[in-house]
């Protein structure tokens, strides 16, 4: 089988946006909300859209909060969030990041984004990377979360490829179960222990060219 096509994640593959999701989320927590927020919450809410993310803090809250209360809030912890965001510039790509997609381009693999994040557009703006990308899935257009696969089905459609010819690039757990799921190949981004699912990890996209990919691709 021919590699014809790469979807990515975002948050964690391209860019390390986790610590800025980690001072908004906390920050509204801590304020709003009256609970505490950890790293290791901030793990789990890697790949959750962001209705999930506030669901899950407001498990420790004993407060029943209405859904006006929960859309402010969300609102809250987005512009905490954009104001971090707004900052990025190319040099916030993570290792590698550039040179794979320019590599891909070059070799005309195609290639999609593959995110449940609604700031996806600007992030991909202030990154530069909009040439890079065939096209954008993200959490405007998915109507199912990670696991669910949605996100990534919709980004091989788009691409006009099928899940066997493409690999998908993820850092959440359930986003590699998502592209399990879907029938792709995948390759984790970060550490192997905590990617079981995953075809094969690396630390970041630095550790992957198009041959290694192929070689992989087809054993
Ligand atoms: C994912 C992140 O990419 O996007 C999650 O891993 C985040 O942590 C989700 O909650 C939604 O992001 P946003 O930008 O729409 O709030
Ligand atoms: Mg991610």
Redesign the pocket.
């Known amino acids: 089988m021919k590699l014809k096509a790469c979807l990515f994640?975002?948050?964690?593959v391209l860019v390390d946006?986790?610590r800025h999701?980690f001072i908004a989320w906390k920050q509204l927590a801590e304020s709003k909300i009256g609970v505490s927020f950890t790293h290791e919450d901030?793990e789990a809410?890697?790949?959750?859209?962001?209705v999930?993310?506030l669901e899950y803090i407001l498990l420790k809250s004993n407060h029943v909060f209405s859904e006006s209360q929960k859309l402010a809030m969300?609102t809250e912890?987005?512009e905490i969030?954009l104001e971090a965001?707004s900052q990025l510039t190319p040099s916030d790509l993570l290792p590698g990041a550039l040179q794979l997609l320019q590599e891909l381009k070059s070799k005309s693999i195609h290639t999609a984004l593959g995110?449940?994040?609604?700031?996806?557009p600007l992030?991909i703006e202030k990154l530069g990377i909009a040439q890079y990308l065939d096209a954008v899935v993200?959490?405007n257009v998915v109507t199912a979360s990670k696991p669910n696969p949605e996100v990534f089905l919709k980004g091989a459609e788009m691409l006009q490829v099928l899940p066997q010819e493409t690999v998908v690039f993820e850092?959440?757990v359930s986003?590699v179960a998502a592209a399990k799921k879907g029938g792709f190949f995948c390759v984790g981004i970060g550490e192997s222990s905590a990617l079981p699912e995953a075809d094969f990890v690396v630390a970041d996209l630095s550790h992957i060219t198009i041959e290694k990919l192929e070689k992989s691709f087809f054993i």
């Open positions: 994640d975002l948050d964690g946006t986790a999701h901030n809410l890697k790949g959750l859209s962001r999930e993310s969300m912890k987005n969030y965001v995110s449940a994040s609604k700031n996806a992030i993200d959490g850092d959440a986003g």
